[in-house]
């Protein structure tokens, strides 16, 4: 079982930057896909940032050049980090931490954090 819990959502004007956070404890192990879902209200969840066990770092093509996203690890606790500048009224979303486990095949989803962008 893996626990997502997000937090650093906010409303902020165009322009502007958030951090989010996502704190993933559990059994984080063997190969796994981790990162940043969003959803705006009336739209389908989009792939925002997302990570694997390597480097390399997948992003929605909206948010490249503006978003960056970071891991770090804990005790027992993987933190993801979304770093979003430059925002934009179209960022408005919840935003939802996202692992997955390909050899197990599952899949778990944070609550969410609202992020609102508007002057």
């Known amino acids: 079982q893996v626990q997502l819990v997000e937090s650093g959502g906010a409303m902020v004007q165009p322009g502007g930057s958030l951090r989010l956070s996502c704190a993933a404890s559990?059994?984080?192990?063997?190969?796994?896909?981790m990162g940043w879902y969003r959803q705006a209200p009336g739209k389908q969840r989009e792939p925002v940032a997302i990570?694997?066990?390597?480097?390399?770092?997948?992003?929605g093509q909206s948010v490249k050049g503006r978003f960056t996203l970071s891991r770090d690890n804990a005790e027992n606790t993987l933190y993801l980090y979304l770093q979003m500048n430059s925002l934009r009224p179209e960022d408005t979303a919840v935003y939802y931490c996202?692992?997955?486990?390909?050899?197990?095949?599952?899949?778990?989803w944070g609550q969410g954090t609202q992020v609102s962008v508007s002057s």
């Open positions: 996202y692992a997955h486990f390909p050899p197990i095949g599952r899949t778990y």
């Open positions: 990570i694997g066990n390597g480097d390399r770092i997948d992003y």
């Open positions: 559990g059994s984080i192990s063997g190969v796994y896909i």
